[in-house]
């Protein structure tokens, strides 16, 4: 199926707190994870990604955790900040040498400070 | 990587109308797409603007509706024709490039164009 499932919808967590956002797919020739950061009025910007023979990535306080065998992948916020607070975006390349990608949902996160 | 730049940011357009979004790209680049991102949704691909050629359609999609050009390898425009209140959107613009997340290619957008059909 040509879906990734995102969630949850919204998040909110204090400042110093840990988020997870999780995501889940069901077509197995998905290749490749990136994960989106959307501020209001801003395009989605590339935040990591991850191959699917990766089990975990981190880039500074961002760490995506993947697992190949229940098809799920989650983005982990370490020590989250206020600045952080904007929407995620998990996606799946369909295929390959393409550049076709299936976004999620988004999830709206909020960090308190 | 690549900056995009998009016009108009935002417009209220009357229901019938055609509205023309222009993306603008620093740098030459071969492939260009349109998302379009409804609200509190996720981001739908519409078509990839293929230079030299025809736009590529992805199904539920239809070139009479949204027609594209990509006149050269920095620029396109995308078309919202006959508007209706369900087009309201934000259209996004995005380029293909690789990256250094193991030579993969990913995609950078442009701030989109707000768009509201009345």
């Known amino acids: 199926q040509q879906q990734v499932k995102q969630s949850p919808q919204s998040l909110i967590v204090q400042k110093g707190g840990i988020p997870i956002i999780n995501c889940a797919y069901e077509?197995?020739?998905?290749?490749?994870f990136p994960w989106y950061q959307q501020f209001p009025g801003k395009g989605p910007a590339l935040l990591i990604a991850i191959r699917p023979d990766v089990s975990e990535k981190k880039e500074g306080r961002f760490t995506i955790s993947f697992n190949k065998s229940a098809k799920q992948f989650s983005l982990h916020i370490m020590d989250s900040q206020p600045g952080d607070s904007a929407t995620y975006f998990c996606?799946?390349?369909?295929?390959?040498?393409?550049?076709?990608?299936?976004f999620g949902t988004g999830t709206r996160l909020k960090v308190l400070a | 990587s690549a900056v995009i730049s998009q016009k108009p940011s935002r417009d209220i357009c009357q229901r019938g109308t055609s509205l023309t979004i222009q993306c603008q790209v620093d740098?030459?680049?071969?492939?260009m797409f349109w998302y379009r991102q409804q609200p509190g949704q996720s981001l739908t691909l519409i078509a990839t603007a293929n230079q030299g050629s025809e736009a590529t359609y992805e199904s539920g999609f239809v070139i009479d509706k949204f027609p594209i050009s990509r006149p050269n390898l920095t620029f396109s425009t995308l078309t919202v024709s006959n508007m209706s209140p369900e087009d309201s959107s934000i259209y996004l613009c995005?380029?293909?490039?690789?990256?250094?997340?193991?030579?993969?290619?990913?995609?950078?957008f442009g701030a989109g164009s707000r768009l509201t059909v009345l």
């Open positions: 077509n197995t020739a998905f290749d490749y």
């Open positions: 995005s380029v293909a490039q690789g990256s250094s997340f193991s030579g993969a290619n990913v995609l950078t």
């Open positions: 996606a799946a390349r369909i295929e390959a040498g393409t550049y076709k990608y299936i």
């Open positions: 740098s030459q680049v071969t492939m």
